[in-house]
């Protein structure tokens, strides 16, 4: 993996942006990598009739790329968090791995705010991540 003098960052994983392509006609790479618009329009259209899902098959490393540009790396794991999110998140674990406590709390108790919080989260979750990790940078300067 080649640092630039720009210092980019590989936040989230080309391998993991693969594997969710499989499921991608759901638009789950697309979330993945930032892009909740074209995400829910796939998952309305299978991927825009599986032909859009066929063609970002060669995108994905773009995608990649742009999301490494986009989010502010840090301590947590972008990938991690999505794992949590897709797999766990009525539960809230995305957001005690956060450390956001009370939120995480309530989707446990609630089946993720009734299914709208994971929505919510699937449309931000890599906004709130890389705020954070913005937020605890400019705090240690």
Known sequence: MQQNSIATQDTHSKLIGYLL????????HRFYFGKPVTGTIWFF???????GWLIDLLLIPAMDRQA???FQAGPTNYTLAWLL???FGVFGLHRFYQGKWLTGLLYLCTGGLFLLGVLYDFWTLNDQISMRHTQRDGAHH
């Open 21 to 28: 392509w499989v499921f991608g006609f759901l638009g789950a």
């Open 45 to 51: 259209t299978f991927g825009l009739f599986l032909i």
């Open 85 to 87: 999110l897709t797999f």
């Open 68 to 70: 490494d540009l986009r």
